[in-house]
């Protein structure tokens, strides 16, 4: 189980934290990842790490966003910089069983375990 947290309004060039506590997994077997879904468009990736510590991000976010993850707390957080309007969508953690692939999957499909959601507003 996936519980997302941390979602709220900022104004532009703020920062915000998004975490995500997950439950009932062995947190370092999985490849854990944010994505975001906008009104009216479709649930895109933004981040995800890796259980080797390894990190990738969407282009649009790069050098703005940072995925970190306590395995200890099994939680993993979405340090959120310098945010936009644009980026103004819900957030969702997910999760999946990870692989000897370099790499993570960039798609929704692939991940069988979601979170709800949290929302987060920028305003200009």
């Known amino acids: 189980q996936l519980q997302a947290s941390g979602g709220g309004l900022v104004q532009a060039v703020d920062s915000l934290q998004v975490s995500c506590a997950a439950s009932g997994v062995m947190f370092s077997l999985y490849d854990m990842a944010w994505f975001r879904q906008a009104p009216g468009k479709e649930r895109e990736f933004v981040a995800a790490?890796?259980?080797?510590?390894?990190?990738y991000y969407t282009e649009s976010v790069k050098g703005r966003f940072t995925i970190s993850s306590d395995n200890g707390q099994n939680m993993v957080h979405l340090q959120m910089s310098s945010l936009k309007p644009e980026d103004t969508a819900v957030y969702y953690c997910?999760?999946?069983?990870?692989?000897?692939?370099?790499?993570?999957?960039?798609?929704?499909?692939?991940?069988?375990?979601w979170g709800q959601g949290t929302l987060v507003t920028v305003s200009s």
């Open positions: 997910a999760a999946e069983e990870t692989s000897l692939v370099v790499g993570v999957p960039r798609s929704a499909p692939a991940y069988s375990y």
């Open positions: 790490i890796k259980w080797t510590g390894g990190t």
